[in-house]
């Protein structure tokens, strides 16, 4: 509460030296900063040297929350600070290519349960509940891989992975969980999709191209699982690993792509519609009421295009 005139003047003309010398003090100073040194814009003079340390820059970024209820899909955006060097990634050693082995297959797995999921510390064997939902999504995603799951025709599940060295300090729990041996060399899946060769997936909106009768079974597939590592979000990472899809989907001969995304995810909507994607129906509330989970539309683009990285 400011200090009204009355109660100033008093305090001046007190009889105690000491508040009279305090006062004429304060009164002779012209300016007084609240800012710290370091937030000054002004390059700090060597006969003044700052008494602060010097503060790494600020970046503020959106990036998904994949706690929220839904997994990613459906989340809402939290902004969260990080340094200007965090998550920085070398692309040229960036590797995006099919699943060939049971390992990187297993730390595909592992980063979606991360991605998916929110675990408190506190649960009773956290530990023990994150190996089972790997294990689950391990074994369903070899099912459809092998062709063992009924509607399923083809499917590939495609990561962008990264020498484990270049992993940023701090991200030790992604490092652990998600590594897998190449050629003797440790890497990191960083983000992970599926493609799917099929007329429609589980529990979603059918895509209407190409028209049933006329190859729809072999010229469609759908995108699902598509997920990126929270730390090294903002990498241009998702839209990379879409472009690849499309390179595998056009030598499975594919036409028609397809993707779901929530209503509200509005960060996922402008990757997809960046990649090239186009709305084209949406979910009827009742089925997003049935199935508990927000609404949801159906995003289209054709494979016809040039597909480059």
Known sequence: MPLDTESKDRSASSDSPTMATAYAALSSMSTLSLSPPFLSSAPASASCPCLHPARAPRNLVWVLNPGAPGGP???????????????????????????????????????????????????????????????????????????????????????????????MTGSNDLSSTCKFSRSGKDR?????????????????????????????????????????????????????????????????????????????????????MKSGFVYESEEPAWQARFLDRPRRILLWTSVGASCDL
């Open 73 to 167: 899909a459906c989340s809402p955006q939290v902004l969260k600070e990080r340094t200007r060097d965090d998550g920085v990634v070398d692309r040229s050693l960036l590797e995006f290519e099919e699943t060939s082995s049971d390992g990187e297959l297993w730390a595909a797995s592992c980063l979606r349960v991360r991605t998916f999921n929110q675990f408190k510390p506190s649960t009773f064997a956290v530990e023990d509940l994150k190996r089972s939902l790997a294990e689950r999504e391990f074994e369903a995603l070899k099912e459809r891989i092998a062709g063992k799951r009924e509607s399923f025709r083809r499917v590939s599940c495609i990561n962008a992975t990264l020498p484990m060295s270049q992993i």
């Open 188 to 272: 990191v899946v960083v983000a992970t999709l599926d493609l799917n060769q099929c007329l429609w997936l589980p529990d979603e909106i059918v895509g209407a191209r190409p028209q049933q009768g006329t190859g729809a079974d072999f010229a469609r597939a759908y995108l699902s699982n598509v997920c990126v590592a929270e730390e090294l979000q903002r990498n241009g990472l998702g839209y990379a690993l879409i472009a690849k899809s499309k390179i595998v989907a056009q030598e499975w001969g594919i036409t028609d792509l397809y993707v779901h995304v929530a209503v509200d995810n509005e960060a996922a909507k402008k990757l997809y």
